[in-house]
């Protein structure tokens, strides 16, 4: 059983992410992976020493893992979106390069990346109850956490304005978050939809690492970096301005 103060469950409810808000790329999941439900208790404890934001390499540190070692194929794709938005001079498909990025500057707290969760507590799947002491079932977990949650991250986006939101892994429940932000469809893609909100791109991406190839990245990508999509809503970014 495990025993948390209303303050310590507030905090790890209102946890923010990885990284630097002022970044110019974020990226948004549904929730943090747990390897086992066994580990959660000391998992959940642990995290009540981060900081919010939070650097990623200290928060590997601080769980007793490493961002090289890390099995998930998320960061590298990350790092390679990163590298090509924001470091063109660089070879986003380079491995080498991707597993530096990885290493020494994907969401780091000086950097220029965030990465952030729907959900704020870390679960061993989407249908697993993350804190079975304070709610009931996982539909009462979604339904109590997700709305605030969506007000925050809706609010954070429009004080902080970053130039790219990747949004990656298939659920109905980012629908809700665009329609808080008021974002607007401009293209569907490949695996997924593009989006705008004022000077922000949102892409909505319904996969993020199974079956995903260079080539398709590459696609999407250039679509990311189109200006001609900027002059195309100029009227409507005027409007809502």
Request: overall charge positive; hydrophobic content about 40%.
């Amino acid at each position: 059983m495990l025993k948390l103060s209303k303050s310590e469950l507030n905090q790890l409810l209102k946890f923010k992410g990885y990284g630097n808000l002022n970044g110019g790329v974020w990226f948004l999941g549904i929730e943090e992976k747990l390897p086992t439900n066994l580990i959660r208790n000391r998992e959940l404890r642990t995290r009540l020493r981060f900081e919010s934001p939070m650097d990623l390499a200290k928060a590997q540190t601080i769980l007793g893992r490493e961002i090289l070692t890390a099995k998930t194929k998320t960061w590298n794709w990350m790092s390679k979106f990163a590298l090509a938005l924001l470091h063109p001079a660089y070879d986003w498909k380079d491995r080498a390069t991707t597993r530096f990025y990885k290493a020494e500057y994907l969401g780091r707290s000086n950097g220029k990346t965030f990465l952030w969760e729907l959900f704020p507590l870390p679960a061993a799947s989407k249908k697993t109850n993350p804190c079975r002491e304070e709610y009931r079932t996982r539909d009462d977990y979604d339904r109590q956490v997700l709305p605030a949650r969506i007000r925050w991250i809706s609010d954070a986006i429009k004080r902080h304005k970053p130039r790219y939101i990747i949004i990656y892994g298939a659920s109905r429940k980012y629908r809700d978050l665009i329609s808080e932000v008021g974002a607007l469809l401009v293209k569907k893609v490949g695996r997924g939809e593009l989006y705008r909100y004022k000077t922000t791109k949102i892409l909505l991406f319904s996969f993020f690492s199974r079956g995903l190839s260079l080539n398709q990245v590459g696609r999407v990508l250039r679509l990311l970096k189109d200006d001609r999509i900027r002059d195309h809503l100029k009227g409507w970014i005027l409007l809502s301005a």
